[in-house]
């Protein structure tokens, strides 16, 4: 948590700062609403990232060699519920990946389908806000490829994971990232870990990587992918289950 507060000053000065070198502009000076969404911690943090990088620049990726030892779990690390466990069980031959919202073509995937589709195997870091950070290999589906199959509507702005692990009360983890996350190159729906099967701790049978970002962001235990034109009609509206009842930033990038 101390990352995300001092994250957010650092943004919040740039914000001031560059307010200040827009003063001149009267029109933006006068209009109250115009100056909260361009200069917003959340809006300037994701403004200059977008900025300064190309929106196809990639993560740094490592040797196979330098991964870390444990590549610890974060967040939840087994949901533990009983369909959970049916699934697990079975080795996840039932369990189906559904896509569906602003898309022509609904989909219903098992993990075998996944696994027969180009796959792409990329050795990143994970960066936890919780303060750690792990190196592993990644295998798994681009998620550019999967929307695709699902002919996604060009009113298609968000693309929400939905997920199997309990938080409480019903009330199952969810994320959510935009179309020009969605479409970047490493962003995949990973199926292994290391060479081997994703194992329960890390996310089985699928999870996200969105490689620039915190790990919050990266949704396990998927079970469905929602394609929305808004977020403020999905759960607590805030798109994602942090973002809804902690305060964290909804961009997360780094």
């Not at 200040?20 to 911690?41: H, I, P, Q, Y």
């Not at 039932?94 to 075998?112: E, F, K, Q, T, Y």
């Not at 469905?224 to 809804?244: M, N, P, S, T």
Request: aromatic content about 10%; glycine content about 8%; hydrophobic content about 40%.
């Amino acid at each position: 948590m101390s990352f995300i507060v001092t994250r957010r000053r650092l943004v919040t000065g740039l914000a001031a700062s560059a307010a200040t070198l827009l003063a001149g502009c009267d029109r933006l000076a006068r209009n109250e609403d115009v100056r909260k969404a361009l200069f917003s911690a959340e809006n300037m943090h994701k403004w200059l990232q977008r900025s300064l990088m190309d929106r196809d620049a990639l993560a740094r990726e490592f040797r196979p060699d330098q991964r870390s030892r444990l590549f610890r779990g974060n967040g939840t690390v087994n949901p533990n519920s009983e369909d959970y466990k049916t699934l697990w069980r079975g080795d996840f031959a039932d369990w189906r990946l559904r896509v569906d919202g602003l898309v022509a073509r609904p989909l219903a995937l098992s993990l075998a389908q996944l696994k027969s589709m180009p796959n792409r195997i990329q050795t990143t870091r994970h960066d936890c806000v919780e303060g750690w950070s792990a190196i592993g290999t990644w295998r798994g589906v681009p998620l550019h490829l999967v929307l695709d199959n699902a002919q996604i509507s060009t009113r298609a702005k968000y693309i929400v994971f939905h997920c199997l692990d309990d938080m409480g009360g019903g009330n199952a983890y969810y994320e959510s990232i935009d179309m020009i996350d969605a479409l970047h190159p490493q962003t995949i729906l990973a199926f292994a870990l290391n060479e081997k099967p994703l194992p329960v701790r890390n996310g089985a049978p699928l999870r996200l990587r969105a490689e620039r970002h915190l790990g919050y962001k990266q949704a396990k235990y998927i079970k469905h992918i929602e394609v929305v034109a808004d977020l403020k009609q999905v759960r607590g509206g805030k798109g994602g289950f942090w973002e809804d009842v902690a305060g964290y930033e909804w961009y997360a990038g780094i």
